[in-house]
T-cell receptor
Framework: SQKIEQNSEALNIQEGKTATLTCNYT??????LQWYRQDPGRGPVFLLL?????KEKRKERLKVTFDTTLKQSLFHITASQPADSATYLC???????????FGQGTTLQVKP | NAGVTQTPKFQVLKTGQSMTLQCAQD?????MSWYRQDPGMGLRLIHY???????DQGEVPNGYNVSRSTTEDFPLRLLSAAPSQTSVYFC???????????????FGSGTRLTVV
């Protein structure tokens, strides 16, 4: 069966450091992986997506990598700020279906 | 543009009551989905639609019905509410332009439902 796993433990880092979050998946092919940010009491907000044939995507301080051999995506926030504190969700979409399935999310806390 | 609008924002139901959660989008998106979010469980897909007249089940469809008569609206019906349906419900939509896999989803602000 299809499965998406994120580290459920909160990630605490110091301001200015790089935060790295992990998303592992099984049984998605082709895989289209998306990352979202969710703040308390609000709906998720789309950040980035990466396709199976792409190794890396960047957007400002965000970088996403995709390793289809390991079936893993890494989400990096460089020069992190307290305002980056939130829950980050990865999600997978298989092909052209409307079905987008989410991992449990990882909460990031950036301390000043 | 309003984006994805969900109503109501809060609702308390008694066990056995029925209700419809409303979702409307003004972005001409083909794809629409309903999720529920419970503490420690992440977002779980209830039902989704790839266009008007077409719906399909997600991960947790039991106890919920949907229909999609227009591109804009995708209501979620609870026929007989149970305490296990206490949750936060999110509606989301995404472009159907080809290829649709290039587009992320836009989420509404959620409906917080309590069933007593």
């Amino acid at each position: 069966s299809q499965k998406i796993e994120q580290n459920s433990e909160a990630l605490n880092i110091q301001e200015g450091k790089t935060a790295t979050l992990t998303c592992n998946y099984t049984n998605y092919s082709p895989a289209y992986l998306q990352w979202y940010r969710q703040d308390p009491g609000r709906g998720p907000v789309f950040l980035l997506l990466i396709r199976e044939n792409e190794k890396e995507k960047r957007k400002e301080r965000l970088k996403v990598t995709f390793d289809t051999t390991l079936k893993q995506s890494l989400f990096h926030i460089t020069a992190s700020q307290p305002a980056d504190s939130a829950t980050y969700l990865c999600a997978l979409r298989s092909g052209n279906t409307g079905k987008l399935i989410f991992g449990q999310g990882t909460t990031l806390q950036v301390k000043p | 543009n309003a984006g994805v609008t969900q109503t109501p924002k809060f609702q308390v139901l008694k066990t056995g009551q029925s209700m419809t959660l409303q979702c409307a989008q003004d972005m001409n998106h083909e794809y629409m989905s309903w999720y529920r979010q419970d503490p420690g469980m992440g977002l779980r897909l209830i039902h989704y639609s790839v266009g008007a007249g077409i719906t399909d089940q997600g991960e947790v469809p039991n106890g919920y019905n949907v229909s999609r008569s227009t591109t804009e609206d995708f209501p979620l019906r609870l026929l007989s509410a149970a305490p296990s349906q206490t949750s936060v419900y999110f509606c989301a939509s995404s472009s159907g332009l080809t290829p649709p896999t290039l587009y992320g989803y836009t989420f509404g602000s959620g409906t917080r439902l309590t069933v007593v």
